[in-house]
């Protein structure tokens, strides 16, 4: 499974942008996504998780009500909506695959793709 994250950008605070994910092969359907975010010098944290059929969603505290997590699985492709950004939102951003909407460790996910930056200047 190959997963490419696009969508990021440099955006000013208040803005919005969304990122996409989109997976290669026939497994998409299989698994959970989720969305991580690496800001400099920092760790990998879970942002958004969303079960194997969209039904499930979870968040981090730091974006829940300002960011929403959705797929389309005939597109074998997850969506990362962010409205209200804040500087601190500023990372690099990570899509993954694996087991749960609530699996928010970076061990337990199964798959990953590269990062895509997001930039909130002030």
């Known amino acids: 499974v190959q997963l490419q994250a696009s969508g990021g950008g440099l955006v000013q605070a208040g803005g919005s942008l969304r990122l996409s994910c989109a997976s290669s092969g026939r497994t998409f359907g299989n698994y959970a996504a989720a969305w991580f975010r690496q800001a400099p010098g920092k760790e990998r944290d879970f942002v958004a998780g969303i079960s194997r059929s969209g039904s499930t969603q979870n968040y981090a505290d730091s974006v829940k009500g300002r960011f929403t997590i959705s797929r389309d699985n005939a597109k074998s492709t997850v969506y990362l909506q962010m409205n209200s950004l804040k500087p601190e939102d500023t990372a690099d951003y990570y899509c993954?695959?694996?087991?749960?909407?609530?699996?928010?460790?970076?061990?337990?996910?199964?798959?990953w793709g590269k990062g895509t930056l997001v930039t909130v200047s002030s």
């Open positions: 993954a695959l694996g087991p749960s909407a609530f699996t928010r460790s970076v061990d337990g996910m199964a798959y």
